[in-house]
C-alpha cells in the first residue's frame, strides 16, 4: 500500500464542508481514553458549548458518537413508541427520511407533503392532524435537498394544541441561521458535526427539553437501542462516567475546538455571515440567468438550490468542477436529480470568495458545455 493523500477539495456541497484549520489540527492532537479525566473535563465545556449553540440554556445537550442521521434515530426512537401517533411535515429528502425512521420505530405516522423547494403551511398539518392526540410534531428546520429553511415557530402552538412534543432536524442550520431552541419552545433537537460546525463528521449533537427528558422517563417500554440510550450516555457524559463505548477523544476534541470558533465569532455574526455570502451567490445567480429553485422569503443560506439551464448536463458539469478546479458541489436528489445543483457555503466555506468562485467555476462549465454540445 501507498500513503493515502487526499486531494485539496474545496467543498461547497450540501456538507461536508470544508473542515476549519484549526479544526483538523485538533484531530492531530494525542489520542486519549474515553475516560480520561482530562477528556472528560473538555467534554463537559463542550455539553455548555452545544447549549449556546443551540441556544438551550437549560436545555440537555450532548454528541452521539455516529452522523445527524442517527440524531434522528435517537430522538424519535426517545420520544415516540411504537403504536403512538405523529405527525411529519416533510418537503423533500430528509423529510422523508424522518417519517421513515418514525415508521421504523413502529409510530402511527400522519405525513403532510409540501411542494419541494417550499416551505410548509402550518395550516396543512393542523388539518390533517385534526385535533387528533399525537406524540410528537417533527420537521426539518434546514431541508438541504432543496434549500428551503421551515421557520418552525408556528409549530410550538400546534404541538400543544396536539398534546405533541416538537422536534426539529437543524443538521444544516446549527451555526448558519438563527436557531432559538427554547425561545421557540423546542423539546428536541439533532445536528451533526460536519456542515456549519465546520468539523469533521463523525459526532451528532442532540438537545433536549426538560419536557422531553421527562415523557422519556415515562416510557411503558425500554428504548430499543443500547448503543443510542439517552440514559447511558448520560450516565457517561455527566453521571457515573463509566464505560459506555469507546468514543473518539480526537472528534471530541475536534468539535470542541469548532464550537470554540463559533462562539469566538458570535451567533449572531455568524448567521449574518452566511446571510451576507449567501445573498452574494443568489445575486449573482440571477445576473448570469441562473434561476433559483427556492423564493426568496423562504432561503436556507446555507444551501442553494440553482435550476440546471435546459440542455445542460448535471452530471457532467459537477464532474468538470471536480476534476479540473478540484471543486465539490452537489446534484439533485429524488424528484430534483438532475435538476438542481446545489452549492453550500457553509461554517468555514462561508465567504464572499467561494460564493463567486463556485458561480464563476459553475459558470465556465454551463459555458462550455453550450459551446461543444
Ligand atoms: C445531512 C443531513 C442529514 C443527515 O446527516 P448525516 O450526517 O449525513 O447522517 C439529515 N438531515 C439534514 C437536513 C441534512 O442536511
Not at 244 to 267: D, Y
Request: net charge positive; aromatic share 6%.
Amino acid at each position: 500500500m501507498l500513503p493515502a493523500l487526499p486531494p485539496d477539495r474545496l467543498l461547497l456541497g450540501p456538507g461536508p464542508s470544508p473542515t476549519a484549520p484549526s479544526v483538523l489540527l485538533a484531530l492531530a492532537r494525542p489520542t486519549l481514553g474515553h475516560l480520561d479525566p482530562w477528556l472528560l473535563a473538555r467534554m463537559d465545556e463542550l455539553r455548555a458549548g452545544l447549549r449556546e449553540v443551540f441556544r438551550a440554556p437549560n436545555g440537555t445537550a450532548l454528541a452521539l458518537s455516529s452522523t445527524g442521521t442517527s440524531g434522528i434515530e435517537h430522538v424519535v426512537f426517545h420520544l415516540v413508541e411504537p403504536g403512538e401517533r405523529v405527525l411529519i411535515g416533510s418537503s423533500g429528502y430528509f423529510g422523508a427520511r424522518l417519517a421513515e425512521i418514525a415508521r421504523r420505530a413502529g409510530a402511527d405516522v400522519i405525513v403532510v407533503e409540501g411542494a419541494w423547494g417550499r416551505a410548509l403551511d402550518p395550516d396543512a398539518l393542523r388539518k390533517a392532524a385534526a385535533g387528533k392526540r399525537c406524540k410528537l410534531v417533527a420537521l426539518v428546520h434546514g431541508e438541504t435537498s432543496t434549500g428551503v429553511l421551515q421557520d418552525p415557530r408556528p409549530y410550538r402552538a400546534l404541538a400543544d394544541e396536539l398534546g405533541a412534543l416538537l422536534a426539529l432536524d437543524c443538521v444544516t442550520t446549527l451555526g448558519t441561521a438563527p436557531l432559538e431552541f427554547e425561545a421557540w419552545g423546542l423539546d428536541a433537537a439533532w445536528s451533526c458535526s460536519q456542515k456549519g460546525l465546520a468539523c469533521v463528521s463523525g459526532l451528532a449533537p442532540v438537545c433536549f427539553s426538560a419536557r422531553a427528558l421527562q415523557a422519556i422517563r415515562a416510557r411503558r417500554t425500554p428504548v430499543a437501542s443500547f448503543y443510542f440510550d439517552l440514559a447511558l450516555l448520560l450516565d457517561y457524559w455527566g453521571g457515573a462516567r463509566g464505560y459506555h463505548h469507546t468514543a473518539s477523544s480526537n472528534l471530541l476534541i475536534a468539535l470542541h475546538e469548532a464550537l470554540r470558533l463559533v462562539l469566538e465569532e458570535g451567533l449572531p455574526a455568524r448567521w449574518q455571515r452566511h446571510e451576507r455570502n449567501a445573498r452574494v451567490l443568489w445575486s449573482g445567480a440571477a445576473e448570469r440567468g441562473l434561476e433559483l429553485l427556492v423564493p426568496e422569503a423562504e432561503r436556507l443560506p446555507a444551501l442553494t438550490t440553482l435550476k440546471v439551464p435546459a440542455g445542460v448536463d448535471d452530471a457532467r458539469a459537477r464532474k468538470m468542477l471536480l476534476e479540473r478546479y478540484d471543486l465539490e458541489i452537489g446534484g439533485g436528489l429524488g424528484p430534483l436529480k438532475g435538476q438542481v445543483w446545489r452549492i453550500g457555503l457553509m461554517g468555514h466555506g462561508s465567504s464572499e470568495r467561494n460564493a463567486r468562485l463556485a458561480l464563476g467555476a459553475l459558470c465556465t462549465a454551463i459555458d462550455e458545455q453550450r459551446r461543444r454540445g
